[in-house]
């Protein structure tokens, strides 16, 4: 009951915080029709990479991640829509030169809209957002005949604050923190001496069962983004460090911790 309480209360205030963020953006209600910028592009992240699985060893393993993806963006006056999608692997050792590899796919939904703030602020937006994110673990000499993961598909809030510096260039910082989450992890005990890691699918279909709806209680994530964005006529070209904190507690703890850098470029599309 402890969680409902507080699942509501964050829920209320988030309401509150966006429809008043809305009624500051009917102000302007022309310019919100008119779309400021509309693009399509590539992103590329590398950094850090660790996992902690403890279902198999309680021991951290870190290392490096590199991903690729594709984005979209859309911003009014009043409203921003981002769409992300990528695809990325890590290669990780522990302490003791064990190997493991995360396979992690991944699709961001965000849908913000704009306080109206003083300028010298900066802009203040917020929204909802849907983090849907898959990571497939393999943990090289101490299991290599089972598929362990962690699928998280959550709804949660989304902020950003953006700044203008120059007549070109704009710092940006996006922050979600998904608060209902629809959670897949293995069982406790594996029956199968083998599982068919041989089979494309497998990796799709059994990271997929047995989803469950969890809350803050059980289950933690953070994303964050820190860029500054240069946009010419024609393009958006982003530079900066993309953050992504997981811990889940059933059926035993699994922490995910990525520091990466990122670089992505868009075209600018339609008129």
């Not at 022309?30 to 779309?35: I, R």
């Not at 400021?36 to 393993?61: M, Q, T, W």
């Not at 992690?104 to 939904?109: C, F, N, S």
Request: proline share 3%; aromatic share 14%.
């Amino acid at each position: 009951m402890r969680s409902i309480h507080a699942l509501m209360s964050l829920l209320t205030v988030l309401l509150a915080i966006f429809f008043q963020g809305t009624n500051w953006s009917w102000a302007k209600e022309d310019e919100n029709l008119s779309v400021k910028s509309n693009h399509l592009g590539i992103n590329i992240n590398c950094g850090l990479a660790s996992y902690r699985e403890d279902l198999v060893v309680p021991l951290g393993f870190h290392g490096i991640g590199l991903s690729l993806g594709v984005i979209y963006s859309r911003q009014t006056e009043g409203n921003s829509l981002n769409v992300r999608w990528k695809f990325g692997f890590g290669y990780m050792q522990n302490r003791n030169d064990h190997e493991a590899l995360i396979v992690v796919q991944e699709i961001r939904l965000s849908w913000l809209k704009k306080f109206t703030v003083h300028q010298r602020y900066g802009e203040f937006w917020s929204g909802i957002c849907l983090p849907l994110q898959m990571n497939n673990l393999f943990w090289g000499s101490w299991d290599d005949a089972h598929l362990y993961w962690l699928t998280a598909y959550g709804m949660g809030a989304a902020f950003q604050w953006q700044k203008k510096i120059s007549s070109d260039k704009q710092a940006l910082v996006r922050m979600e923190i998904p608060f209902m989450n629809w959670i897949s992890r293995p069982p406790r005990y594996r029956y199968s001496k083998q599982e068919p890691m041989h089979h494309l699918t497998y990796h799709y279909t059994e990271p997929n069962k047995s989803l469950h709806f969890e809350t803050l209680d059980d289950y933690q994530a953070l994303f964050l983004q820190v860029l500054l964005k240069k946009e010419t006529k024609r393009s958006l070209l982003n530079l900066g460090i993309e953050f992504q904190y997981n811990h889940f507690n059933k059926p035993e703890d699994i922490w995910g911790l990525n520091t990466l850098l990122l670089f992505s470029y868009q075209w600018r599309i339609g008129s």
